[in-house]
């Protein structure tokens, strides 16, 4: 039971403050355009620099405090009587902050406030939505970077580059840049004929949009409550209990920028509890999901046990999971491939969707790759992120823990496979998985083939007189398409490769590992049973938060039924 349900609902029911059924006075008129984003700089953190200084004070600063973090509904903090701790998952022992946990009376009281905040939300001009997220894309290039990135390091266990890359850079970016892309959905509009005007009005959904994030992208949670918000809709966000902490400094930069109250609604709590509600709901108009895959087509099913219910259908976009694949031609360079291999497959201890997972090496360069990519795996610091000399920190949890665990154990007792690196797992402080190579004679190993979302990178040797066969088997390997790297200095095998593997791979890469992809650059999202590939970081997720309204107005219309064709000869 919570302490202040009665107290929100109440709220609820009479209006958030940017409730009600006023609408907003007329303001400028005129054709605004949005200034030209540009991706934000990434700091480098060299020893010495001023931007290093800042954030190790941040990290010792937050590491010496407990906060804590309640529900914020309706723009009011909620407080239940149910709380968990969050801690590091390089540093167990080490709570960070206790987080409020909502239940059902929460979620109900979150679809009302956003609710009455959709009135008149959905009627502001987009300019002055934008102007929000221009803000708090500003605030976080400046005064909340440190904080942002901090947080992320602490909470997520990633490195000082891994952190600004995500939550400073990326969250930058994705505000910039939508905004730019929503003055190109509302440009959007048809032709007209004479003494016609045509027109489209670009409706915001009915209802609230369900943004369910993950733990391993700060920038994840901030685009998926944003972007259907910058739209005209409102949300309501339950973001991962691992990476909370992170998205509740996120909320709370939002609301420094000026989101109004009620236009995002943050409940953390137990998924299962959450969802029952809100997928129950009509006013449910679309959900904005990043996650596992069976988690997505679980939600999928819900809402197809519910449609009939809903106001109308709802919107679904997700991004589920991946096998992401490194493919090396006999013309590849071998330098190149071993970089993509340790770069792709351990940058943030391959938690990242677009981590690589199975490489496949020709025989012609078999050992020059194995024998690189051992040895800068073997190089690898690992330990507490606030030490900057260490590459990769801990993975997020126990379970996650006992999961890649798992995957170690199976390879070093299978007989076809080999662990050429690492494999060392350590619990005892942190959540410690080294980062591992294997070797698997078969393509079709267990190892090959599953989603791992650990550390954990599998190459398999192929006959380089095989490539046609090979690029058969990439293809058909996994039911995931997310991301994927082709490897050749031969431009016939380019062509081969991006014919035989165009429906592969979302994001498709040439001569580089398949992760690290840029907003405005290389939008993000597979297909296959890695999700609806609606590409965030462009135009084409916006246009999903949208239901286009065609207007057609004649100015001088006929007052006479009968046609010219029926006219007596």
């Known amino acids: 039971m919570t302490l202040f349900t009665a107290e929100v609902l109440e709220a609820a029911a009479a209006g958030s403050a940017a409730g009600g059924d006023e609408r907003p006075a007329t303001g400028s008129q005129g054709r605004f355009t949005i200034p030209s984003p540009a991706n934000e700089p990434i700091h480098d953190y060299a020893p010495g620099s001023p931007e290093r200084a800042a954030l190790k004070a941040e990290l010792r600063r937050q590491s010496g405090e407990i906060v804590e973090i309640p529900l914020i509904i309706g723009g009011r903090e909620v407080r239940t009587s149910r709380t968990f ?44 939505r934008a102007a929000i997220l221009l803000r708090a894309a500003e605030l976080l290039a400046g005064p909340w970077r440190m904080k942002l990135n901090a947080a992320t390091m602490l909470g997520q266990s990633k490195t000082a580059y ?4 995500d939550a400073a850079c990326e969250v930058v ?23 016609v005007w045509n027109r489209m009005d670009h409706r915001p959904l009915e209802g609230f949009i369900y943004a369910i ?11 998926l409550t944003t972007s259907p ?23 709370e930069l939002l609301e420094a920028a000026g989101l109004p109250p009620g236009v995002i609604n943050f409940i953390p709590g137990v998924a299962s509890e959450i969802s029952d509600v809100l997928l129950s709901s009509r006013e449910l108009g679309g959900i904005h999901f990043t996650g596992s895959t069976g988690t997505f087509q679980h939600l999928w099913k819900s809402v197809a046990r519910n449609v009939e219910n809903y106001r109308a259908y709802p919107r679904l976009v997700g991004e589920t999971g991946g096998k992401d694949f490194i493919l090396a031609h006999e013309s590849a360079d071998p330098r190149a491939v071993a970089v993509a291999i340790v770069r792709g497959g351990f940058e943030y201890q391959g938690q990242k969707c677009s981590s690589a997972s199975r490489v496949y090496i020709p025989d012609t360069m078999w050992e020059e790759v194995r024998d690189r990519a051992v040895a800068m795996t073997e190089e690898l610091r ?33 007989p076809d496979t080999r662990v050429l690196a690492g494999g060392g797992c350590d619990d005892s402080r942190g959540y410690f998985i080294e980062p591992t190579l294997v070797e698997a004679d078969d393509p079709a190993h267990k190892l090959m ?25 990439v293809d058909g390997t996994s039911p995931y398409a997310l991301t994927g790297a082709v490897f050749a200095r031969d431009r016939a095998a380019v062509r081969n490769a991006g014919a035989a593997l165009r429906n592969a791979a979302g994001n498709y890469y040439i001569n580089d590992k398949p992760s690290g992809a840029v907003v405005g650059q290389q939008p993000f999202g597979g297909g296959r049973a890695s999700g609806t590939n609606d590409k965030a970081g462009s135009v084409l997720n916006l246009v999903r938060w949208v239901s286009p309204r065609t207007i057609k107005e004649t100015f001088d219309p006929p007052t006479d039924y009968r046609y010219p064709f029926m006219e007596a000869e």
């Not at 000399?389 to 798992?406: E, K, L, M, Q």
């Not at 192929?462 to 090979?470: D, M, Q, V």
Request: charged content about 20%; glycine content about 6%.
């Open 229 to 251: 918000v910058l739209m005209g809709n409102v949300a309501v966000w339950k973001p991962s209990t691992t990476g909370v902490l992170a998205s509740y400094y996120v909320m």
């Open 162 to 165: 891994q952190a600004e890359i």
């Open 85 to 128: 701790d969050v801690t590091m998952p390089h540093d167990h022992g080490h709570a960070l902050a206790r987080c409020h946990v909502a239940g059902v009376a929460e979620a109900e009281a979150a679809i009302a406030a956003s609710r009455e905040a959709w009135a008149e939300w959905s009627n502001w001009a987009w300019e002055d």
């Open 173 to 195: 970016d994705f505000w910039r840049f939508n905004a730019f892309f929503a003055a190109r959905v509302y440009a959007e509009q048809p032709v007209s004929g004479p003494g």
């Open 213 to 223: 994030s993950p733990f391993n992208f700060t920038a994840i949670g901030a685009n």
């Open 449 to 473: 083939c599953e989603e791992i979302f650990g550390p954990v990178v599998t190459l398999h040797p192929y006959r380089a007189s095989n490539w046609r066969e090979t690029l058969e088997l």
């Open 382 to 414: 690992m330990g507490d992120p606030a030490d900057f000399r260490n590459f990769v920190g801990a993975v997020i949890d126990r379970p996650a823990f006992d999961n890649i665990r798992s995957y170690i154990d199976h390879a070093k007792a299978s």
